[in-house]
C-alpha cells in the first residue's frame, strides 16, 4: 500500500462547527504532516509528527488542533474556524532518509487533500 | 530570505516538444534533498523525481529529468516530449538536513499549459 488517504475530500462547516480531517497511511512512515494550500500558492506547513509526538507547530492558531492517535492516522480537529481558514487541507507521510541513499521512491507522500469551505 | 525560487509563474510549451523548468534554491546545510511535485487542477500532489545533495549523478525518471548544478544551487526539472496531461502547477521543494520528520520547504511553483 503505497499511499495516503483523506478523508473527507471535501467539507464545508459553519463558523461553530467542530469537525475533524482524517489521514491514514500505512506504509510504515513515521513522520506525518499537515499542510495548508490557498489557491494557487504552494503549500505551507502546520504541523509534523514525528514518531506519534508532534516535532514541529508552525504558530497556527489554536483553532485548529492536530492529533496523532498511532503510528498510521493523522486528524486535524477544527473548531471555530473563520472562512479565511477555507483552503486545501494535505496531509503528507514521509519515510527515513539518508542523503546518500538513491532509491525510485524517496518523496513525501501526499494524500488528495479535504478541500475545506468555512461559511 | 526564500529557501526556493521558481521564477516562471507560468509556462507554454508545444506538445511533444521538451520544457524546463526553473529552481533556485538556498541553503548552508550539506546534506538536503530537491524534489520536483506535480499538482494537477485535482489538487493531488504527485511525487516526480528527488535528487539528493550527495548524488552524483543527475535523477531520471522516465521522461524527467532534474538538471543538478550543485555550485549554482539550482535543480531544474526537463520534462521530455511533453503531452498534453502534463498541463498541471509544478513545485520544486527542498528537505534540509537528515533529521527524521524535517519539513518540506516549497516554492511559488510554475504553471505549465501544454499546446496541441
Known amino acids: 500500500d503505497t499511499e495516503v488517504t483523506q478523508t473527507p475530500k471535501h467539507l464545508v462547516m459553519g463558523m461553530t462547527n467542530k469537525k475533524s480531517l482524517k489521514c491514514e497511511q500505512h506504509m510504515g512512515h513515521r513522520a506525518m504532516y499537515w499542510y495548508k494550500q490557498k489557491a494557487k500558492k504552494p503549500p505551507e506547513l502546520m504541523f509534523v509528527?514525528?514518531?506519534?509526538?508532534?516535532?514541529i507547530n508552525e504558530s497556527v492558531p489554536s483553532r485548529f488542533s492536530p492529533e496523532c492517535p498511532n503510528s498510521s492516522l493523522l486528524n486535524l480537529h477544527l473548531h471555530a474556524l473563520q472562512p479565511e481558514d477555507s483552503a486545501l487541507y494535505l496531509c503528507?507521510?514521509?519515510?527515513?532518509?539518508?542523503?546518500?541513499?538513491?532509491?525510485?521512491?524517496?518523496?513525501?507522500?501526499f494524500g488528495s487533500g479535504t478541500r475545506l469551505t468555512v461559511v | 530570505a526564500q529557501k526556493i525560487t521558481q521564477t516562471q509563474p507560468g509556462m507554454f510549451v508545444q506538445e511533444k516538444e521538451a520544457v524546463t523548468l526553473d529552481c533556485t534554491y538556498d541553503?548552508?546545510?550539506?546534506?538536503?534533498?530537491l524534489f520536483w511535485y506535480k499538482q494537477p487542477s485535482s489538487g493531488e500532489m504527485i511525487f516526480l523525481i528527488y535528487?539528493?545533495?550527495?548524488?552524483?549523478q543527475n535523477a531520471t525518471e522516465g521522461r524527467y529529468s532534474l538538471n543538478f548544478q550543485k555550485a549554482r544551487k539550482s535543480a531544474n526539472l526537463v520534462i521530455s516530449a511533453s503531452q498534453l496531461g502534463d498541463s498541471a502547477m509544478y513545485f520544486c521543494a527542498m528537505r534540509e538536513g537528515l533529521e527524521y520528520g524535517n519539513k518540506l520547504v516549497f516554492g511559488a511553483g510554475t504553471i505549465l499549459r501544454v499546446k496541441s
Open positions: 535528487q539528493g545533495s550527495y548524488d552524483e
Open positions: 503528507a507521510s514521509s519515510p527515513k532518509l539518508r542523503a546518500t541513499e538513491v532509491t525510485h521512491n524517496y518523496g513525501y507522500t
Open positions: 509528527y514525528s514518531y506519534e509526538k508532534l516535532s
Open positions: 541553503t548552508s546545510d550539506q546534506s538536503y534533498g
